[in-house]
């Protein structure tokens, strides 16, 4: 059936229908949504007392918990959804209520992490995004809670750190900060330094460095910028960390030694680019501009980055700018990453990209289509050509490698070069559109799923 698409579905044209008949509405579809059906419960046990709602989130977090059964990545996402709707009406229907109870509950809801993960395939990260969710409510519940004890609360938030083996442990000193204040700060400092004095009488226990993370973390929350740096060059990580140090030493003045930080930094060539502009940032305050220039150029050799060549125009006089622009489009034309020369000479001069296009298009990965099809779709008013190559070769992508799901894909950028073939004035040695169409066929005549579709979107080339 097909239906108006002029119908208003917006909250005020849906109010219309009335109370009874939205009920009805709801209620037909929980009988076959599992998920309408749990919320439309949770949103009416919202109304009742909130130790009767507390009782009935606390047995749907039972539940979870004593549920053995294995899931794998399709169902992984239904029980995400349903861990987040119980974190949603503990955070949103009982923590203004009863701040206690709701703290006590996401600390149960955050105790079921290690089993869940370990019964669940959560590739996509779904689950974890929850429970990370729940530790920043957790923190935030016990901050409502009045008169707790900074001792008590540090033992809480030590007890989850321990017992947890995936993301609740990383970030539970952020989480718990404010709640915890100086004193429970103070605290929760000496139970993992108890703890790091027990691993060291013994083997080395893979927990030590997230403990030694913790008080890292610890030291951030105070603001302690000298204890931060110490227990990362003890630690052994402050080259991993080099970039959180010297921002934090941006942050309070400290230029000269975050810049002399960074520029020291061994780290990996894949993390060269971040530290390179923190120093760039960093001469800039420091008004070293000729540096600063420098550094940007040499950067953007390596990247094409088009933010960085942005900031390098606009330190130069105005009349500089004209040459330094020429300069970085030859220099993109000659680059080793085309894909990056593509992008940038899209954005900066379309027959530069076109040139790119017409000398190298075999040389473009087709599976980039995120960077390609944007590329000709841009170029095509100006290059048909340079377009139609593009288009051509996401299309044989498609066909080389017997994609059928992407059939689809391969007839529209066909029907977009067939769309551009009038306009293009001159093949620059590139196959004509009717012998290309004679060759495609030559090659893929056995896909005959393919070009029935091709028939189907008025392209008979067979």
């Known amino acids: 059936m097909d239906l108006r698409s002029d119908i208003d579905l917006s909250p005020d044209a849906i109010e219309t229908l009335g109370a009874r008949r939205l009920a009805d509405l709801l209620l037909r ?11 439309l419960r949770l949103a009416l046990l919202a109304a009742e007392p909130a130790d009767r709602l507390a009782g009935e989130l606390a047995e749907a977090i039972e539940a979870i918990d004593a549920d053995p059964r294995d899931c794998d990545g399709m169902e992984s996402g239904g029980l995400a959804a349903t861990l987040d709707r119980l974190r949603a009406s503990i955070t949103a229907d009982l923590l203004p209520r009863d701040p206690k109870a709701a703290a006590d509950l996401l600390g149960r809801l955050l105790r079921l992490e290690t089993g869940v993960l370990e019964r669940c395939d959560d590739s996509d990260g779904l689950i974890a995004d929850v429970f990370s969710s729940a530790l920043a409510d957790c923190g935030r519940a016990w901050l409502a809670v009045p008169g707790q004890p900074p001792q008590a609360l540090a033992e809480l938030v030590f007890g989850l750190f321990a017992e947890s083996d995936y993301s609740v442990r ?4 952020p989480a718990f900060k404010d709640a915890l204040g100086p004193v ?11 703890r790091l004095g027990a691993l060291s009488d013994g083997p080395t226990d893979w927990r030590e460095a997230d403990l030694v993370r913790a008080l890292t973390e610890i030291a951030d929350a105070r603001g ?3 204890s931060y740096i110490a227990l990362h060059e003890q630690a052994g990580t402050e080259a991993s960390a080099v970039k959180d140090i010297c921002e934090r030493l941006v942050a309070a003045g400290r230029l000269e030694e975050a810049l002399d930080r960074a520029q020291r930094a061994e780290v990996p ?6 530290i390179d502009r923190l120093r760039i940032d960093i001469l800039a305050r420091l008004e070293r501009t000729a540096e600063a220039q420098a550094l940007r150029r040499d950067l953007f050799a390596r990247t094409l980055s088009p933010t960085v060549l942005d900031s390098y125009l606009a330190a130069l006089p105005d009349a500089e700018r004209p040459a330094a622009l020429a300069g970085a489009i030859a220099l993109a034309q000659a680059h080793g990453d085309i894909h990056g020369a593509l992008e940038l000479l899209v954005r900066l001069d379309l027959d530069a990209a076109a040139t790119l296009v017409n000398r190298r298009v075999q040389d473009l990965n087709p599976q980039l289509y995120r960077v390609l099809r944007p590329a000709a779709a841009t170029l095509a ?5 340079a377009a139609s190559l593009l288009f051509r070769h996401l299309a044989e992508s498609v066909l080389d490698q017997g994609q059928t799901s992407a059939y689809g894909y391969a007839v529209g950028d066909l029907e977009s070069a067939e769309g551009l073939s009038e306009t293009v004035a001159d093949w620059l040695g590139h196959p004509s559109h009717d012998l290309y169409r004679q060759q495609l066929f030559v090659r893929h005549h056995q896909k005959r799923a393919f070009w029935e579709r091709m028939r189907q979107a008025g392209l008979d080339w067979r």
């Open 224 to 226: 302690d910028l000298e």
């Open 184 to 194: 429970g700060l103070d605290a929760l400092e000496g139970l993992i330094r108890h």
């Open 269 to 274: 060539g894949w993390r060269r680019g971040d």
């Open 170 to 173: 990383g970030d539970i000193v």
């Open 29 to 39: 579809h929980a009988g076959r949504d599992a998920a309408l059906r749990e919320e």
């Open 381 to 385: 008013a100006k290059h048909p050509l």
